[in-house]
């Protein structure tokens, strides 16, 4: 999908850019920072790793769309500056791919049945600002660019709160860490319609169930609309990182 538009192509290529090596994480850098957010950063950032701007991913997994549904995607994301997530389903046996996507101050869902069909296209402002609380909300799938955010003591034990600035508003994200500097989850106010409800702040949260073992950041999460700070589950994925210390190209799928 991505290969046969040529601005969602430029924009992937723009957001994956690493130029120059940036430098390296040395654990004096979160001094000062809350202690909880300075346990999950010294856990998940080796000494000596880059601190990429950017992150790419390949993930499996199910979304709810009526029933559960399969499907795989790779995934470029820059906090604050945007990501774009393509994916395949299937629906009754038919692909269905497309991609979301929030870059240049703007946001857009496309996806097509069989590659020829519309079967969802969204934007508009009330879009963008609900990308942008997905854009915070997945921060933990790119520790490497915690200096972006400003960190807050959480008022619960082992909390911590991230403020990020994406686009006008400041999103508001609340990390809980594990003894070990694992995170535990994630919870927030997204923007959003959830079904039958308007437009509005909703609780949206992110249970991590694995980690992955090479960059502290989730391999295997459940996120969704929170009732009573629990993600419900609309999105279940196992994720692993296409970026090395070693890669400086970013590569859009179907290149």
Same mark, same amino acid.
């Given at each position: 999908?991505?290969? *046969?538009?040529?601005?969602?192509?430029?924009?992937?290529?723009?957001?994956?850019?690493? /130029?120059?090596?940036?430098?390296?994480?040395?654990?004096?850098?979160?001094?000062?920072?809350?202690?909880?957010?300075?346990?999950?950063?010294?856990? +998940?950032? +080796?000494?000596?790793?880059?601190?990429?701007?950017?992150?790419?991913?390949?993930?499996? /997994?199910?979304?709810?769309?009526?029933?559960?549904?399969?499907?795989?995607?790779? !995934?470029?994301?820059?906090?604050?500056?945007?990501?774009?997530?393509?994916?395949?389903?299937?629906?009754?046996? #038919?692909?269905?791919?497309?991609?979301?996507?929030?870059?240049?101050?703007?946001?857009?869902?496309?996806?097509? #049945? #069989?590659?020829?069909?519309?079967?969802?296209? +969204?934007?508009?402002?009330?879009?963008?600002?609900?990308?942008? /609380?997905?854009?915070?909300?997945?921060?933990? #799938?790119?520790?490497?660019? %915690?200096?972006?955010?400003?960190?807050?003591? /959480?008022?619960?034990?082992?909390?911590?709160?991230?403020?990020? *600035?994406?686009?006008?508003?400041? !999103?508001?994200?609340?990390?809980?860490?594990?003894?070990?500097?694992?995170? =535990?989850?994630?919870?927030?106010?997204?923007?959003?319609?959830?079904?039958? +409800?308007?437009?509005?702040?909703?609780? %949206?949260?992110?249970?991590?169930?694995?980690?992955?073992?090479? =960059?502290?950041?989730? &391999?295997?999460? *459940?996120?969704?609309?929170?009732?009573?700070?629990?993600?419900?589950?609309?999105?279940?994925?196992?994720?692993?990182?296409?970026?090395?210390?070693?890669? &400086?190209?970013?590569?859009?799928?179907?290149?």
């Amino acid at each position: 999908m991505i290969e *046969r538009c040529g601005s969602v192509h430029g924009e992937w290529q723009r957001l994956g850019a690493t /130029g120059v090596r940036p430098e390296p994480f040395e654990p004096t850098m979160v001094e000062g920072l809350p202690e909880p957010v300075r346990r999950w950063l010294i856990h +998940a950032i +080796a000494p000596g790793t880059p601190l990429w701007a950017s992150v790419e991913l390949t993930m499996h /997994g199910a979304i709810r769309l009526g029933a559960w549904r399969r499907f795989t995607a790779k !995934q470029v994301l820059a906090p604050p500056n945007g990501y774009i997530w393509a994916a395949t389903a299937r629906f009754f046996g #038919l692909p269905v791919t497309g991609y979301d996507r929030l870059s240049s101050g703007t946001a857009a869902m496309r996806w097509r #049945l #069989l590659g020829l069909i519309p079967v969802m296209t +969204a934007a508009g402002a009330d879009v963008v600002r609900s990308a942008e /609380g997905r854009l915070a909300a997945e921060v933990v #799938l790119a520790p490497t660019t %915690f200096r972006a955010a400003t960190w807050i003591l /959480g008022d619960e034990p082992d909390t911590v709160v991230g403020v990020w *600035r994406i686009g006008g508003d400041d !999103q508001r994200v609340k990390l809980h860490i594990g003894a070990a500097g694992n995170v =535990l989850g994630v919870l927030m106010q997204r923007w959003g319609a959830p079904v039958g +409800a308007p437009y509005g702040q909703y609780p %949206f949260g992110v249970t991590v169930e694995v980690e992955r073992p090479s =960059l502290g950041s989730p &391999s295997r999460r *459940r996120s969704g609309p929170a009732g009573g700070g629990v993600p419900t589950g609309r999105r279940r994925a196992s994720s692993s990182a296409l970026r090395s210390p070693k890669r &400086s190209r970013s590569t859009p799928p179907g290149t």
